[in-house]
């Protein structure tokens, strides 16, 4: 256009502007409202939008128009808009009935309970019997928890209309609320007895019966419904699902493309898709996929389910191609944020999960998925006080999420806090009944905390439904050993081994039964079996120096030992042993001379041979000479666990200046070895040094649930609690400590630290 062109245009918008601003505002309102109206009439819910908002932008306080938007963007979906317009539409019309009812709706749904209360009662005022507005005033306050309140008000709306089948409906959901289940089955039946034919109240007492496990009674509901209405979503859906989950698989099938058709969306075609998937036809379910992603409604949900199964099929390119197809369309899709974390993890890209996790969190601060991804991330990494605090934010925001529970249980049992993880495993097992996992789990904290009896009728539970599972015929033969029938657990363990070949429990089951029958030979004849087909294993090569070392074969334990050192250089518990070897030899000053010579000579285990030097020397009792080994090896390797955490200690026994350093040092190891025992002892120390009693109480407790047999840490937890002012704790954890070894090599101290606390 050329420039003449343009300023004819130009004056062209400007003579439109001022005819329209030249209109009497009322009138021009009016006419919108109008068109408005007449577009609405014909379901162009679009354009009827339109010309309502330029009626507002007349009049800012047309509450009609306010409240005919708030219907249509309720009608389109866009409920933050249609709660928006519904509440200005309320506070302009004070005594309109429909436009408080609209807005008292639309804030129980945003669960703004308080405000909409507000809402409800307004209505009340104007028609004391109004029967959807004492409904929503009940919502209201079941939505505030006030249950009673609620029953009173919906008790009130039937006394008005008895025949509102929504009443009964809400009066069998609060006695459900309250545990009331007969009274809410009652009113479930009543709903469908007044309207046999309300779609809805047969829908609500099927998906009750259901609930129940009356899946017989559910199953006729919703062909009942069907029969009245063939295009019902919900009956078409709950009928497949219900068919799915009752083993009729191929008979659901007609149900899902029922739901398909009726949906008319293409997100419901992705059910569909699942259908085919879980029942091997991936090749049907592909090409819905493929069709799906054509539609931009349903291209992320598509994409993240053609992702799983490109990674199953060990096609790992295109999976996370189809995932960075879904996040260059949308950055902060959670479900690509967390299938992309779970295949880096099973990629054992723990980091670059976390890292996942983390930032998703940043755009989803509430979503369950991602809050699990950390979880599951924050293990991975061994932070596991990091993967608890994850856990437990997944049940904050979804308080019956069992494999949040299942997972924080499992880890305060690697930590030696059974009694914790009972508390969780109670609540999982009451949420989910048939979760054998969390029954199994539960079982082990009971046989942990002793109570061997409700463990023992929790296992006969589980193999009633799951006599093939390997960790359970494991705890079963934990279960004998505790009850003395050597002869049961033995079968136990062997019964575990032929079902899971590789189980390490099963195995130093076994292990613990020979050497305790005095039958070395079959206890090595085991470990050395294994050690052929896995030279490398850590757990199993720390199992076998255990044997050898039981059976008297120091040289074999020392070999092994070592080997140890070369696949994991930061074993606290192989440097401890090896000590103890050498001690038990008086061979310190030749294994100290071997590895100088072997740090000297071979720059890979140069960290763990410097480290062991340092071992040897404390065992000598020659402290500055360690110091400067452990310094060394950590100016080798920063990350060095053992030596970091050993010289820590040696500067936390100078005391001084040094107590700053040896804070940092114990924190480091303790974030990379966060369920150690003696590294936990360590940092609890040095916090007890500084006089950061409290931290040091908190920690040292840790330490004692880590290994409850170490008389050394609950001493020192008994002196952090006297400092702490805590006389009768204090006196209990140094008597126990004495109790575990009334000879340790601080008991003197202890003795005399327990007359004070008791004094």
Not at 225 to 252: F, I, W
Not at 368 to 397: H, I, Q
Not at 546 to 556: C, H, I, R, S
Not at 629 to 656: I, R
Request: charged fraction near 25%; aromatic fraction near 6%; hydrophobic fraction near 45%.
């Amino acid at each position: 256009m050329n420039r003449r062109g343009n300023v004819v245009a130009s004056m062209f918008l400007c003579a439109l502007v001022a005819q329209a601003c030249s209109k009497d505002p009322q009138k021009a309102k009016a006419e919108f409202m109008a068109r408005g109206d007449a577009y609405a009439a014909k379901g162009q819910r679009s354009e009827a939008i339109i010309e309502y908002r330029n009626a507002v932008a007349q009049d800012q306080n047309f509450g009609q128009a306010r409240f005919k938007l708030a219907t249509l963007y309720r009608e389109s979906g866009d409920r933050q808009n249609s709660l928006r317009e519904a509440v200005r539409a309320a506070d302009l019309l004070p005594k309109d009935v429909p436009a408080q009812l609209l807005a008292a709706r639309l804030l129980v749904e945003a669960g703004q309970f308080e405000a909409a209360k507000a809402r409800a009662n307004a209505v009340i005022e104007i028609e004391p019997k109004n029967v959807l507005a004492l409904t929503l005033l009940g919502n209201a306050l079941v939505g505030l928890k006030d249950l009673d309140g609620a029953l009173s008000l919906v008790q009130q709306a039937i006394d008005a209309d008895p025949k509102q089948t929504l009443s009964y409906g809400n009066l069998a959901l609060l006695n459900l609320a309250k545990g009331n289940t007969n009274a809410a089955e009652s009113a479930f039946k009543r709903a469908v007895e007044i309207d046999p034919k309300s779609v809805p109240a047969k829908l609500s007492l099927a998906n009750y019966q259901w609930a129940m496990g009356s899946t017989t009674a559910a199953e006729t509901l919703l062909r009942e419904v069907l029969a009245l209405e063939p295009t019902s979503l919900s009956a078409n859906r709950g009928l497949a699902t219900l068919l799915m989950q009752t083993g009729r698989t191929k008979d659901a099938e007609p149900f899902i493309k029922g739901f398909v058709e009726a949906a008319k969306d293409p997100t419901a075609r992705l059910f569909l898709a699942d259908y085919y998937l879980a029942n091997g036809r991936i090749a049907e379910g592909l090409n819905v996929l493929r069709a799906s992603a054509e539609d931009p409604r349903a291209f992320a949900g598509a994409k993240i389910r053609m992702a799983s199964i490109a990674y199953r099929n060990k096609q790992k390119a295109e999976a996370f191609e189809n995932l960075e197809q879904v996040l260059a369309k949308d950055a902060k899709n959670e479900g690509a944020l967390v299938l992309k974390g779970r295949l880096l993890l099973a990629d054992r890209k723990y980091k670059e999960a976390l890292d996942i996790a983390k930032s998703g969190l940043k755009n989803n601060p509430a979503s369950v998925g991602l809050e699990f991804l950390l979880g599951a991330a924050s293990e991975a990494n061994d932070s596991l006080d990091d993967a608890v605090t994850a856990y437990k934010e997944v049940l904050r925001l979804s308080p019956s999420t069992v494999e949040a529970m299942t997972r924080i249980a499992d880890l305060y049992l690697r930590q030696n806090n059974p009694q914790g993880a009972a508390e969780f495993l109670t609540q999982a097992v009451k949420n989910q009944p048939q979760s054998a996992q969390a029954r199994f789990l539960l079982a082990r904290a009971l046989i942990r905390l002793g109570n061997i009896q409700t463990a023992d009728a929790e296992l006969a539970k589980i193999l009633a439904a799951n006599p093939n599972l390997p960790e359970l015929h494991t705890v079963l033969g934990d279960l004998a050993w505790k009850k003395g029938d050597a002869a049961k657990a033995r079968s136990e363990y062997g019964t575990a081994l032929k079902l899971a070949p590789t189980s390490m429990e099963a195995l130093t089951g076994l292990v613990r039964i020979d050497l305790a029958q005095k039958q070395p030979g079959a206890s090595r004849a085991r470990v050395e079996e294994r050690l052929a087909a896995k030279p490398d294993d850590l757990a199993l090569l720390m199992l076998s120096s255990g044997v050898y070392m039981l059976t008297n074969d120091e040289a074999k334990a020392e070999a092994t030992l070592r080997h140890v050192l070369e696949v994991d250089p930061n074993n606290i518990e192989a440097y401890n042993r090896l000590g103890a070897i050498y001690l038990k030899q008086r061979r310190l000053d030749v294994a100290r001379q071997e590895y100088e010579a072997a740090a000297l000579k071979d720059p890979r285990v140069a960290v763990a041979a410097t480290t062991m030097v340092g071992v040897i020397l404390t065992l000598q009792n020659k402290p500055a000479e360690a110091v400067q080994q452990y310094q060394k090896a950590v100016s080798m390797q920063p990350d060095a666990v053992v030596a970091s955490n050993n010289l820590a200690w040696h500067y936390a026994e100078e005391g001084g200046t040094n107590l700053d350093v040896a804070l940092s040092l114990a924190q480091k190891a303790k974030g990379k070895m966060p369920t150690s025992a003696e590294v936990t002892d360590t940092l609890g120390w040095i916090y007890y040094k500084k006089g950061l009693s409290s931290l040091a109480v908190d920690t040292l407790r840790e330490g004692t649930q880590q290994n409850p047999r170490e008389p050394m840490i609950h001493y020192h937890l008994g002196l952090a609690l006297l400092k702490n002012g805590d006389k009768t704790q204090a006196a209990r954890s140094l008597e126990r400590a004495l109790e575990l070894n009334a000879n340790f090599a601080a008991a003197a101290d202890a003795k005399r630290a327990l007359a004070t606390a008791k004094s």
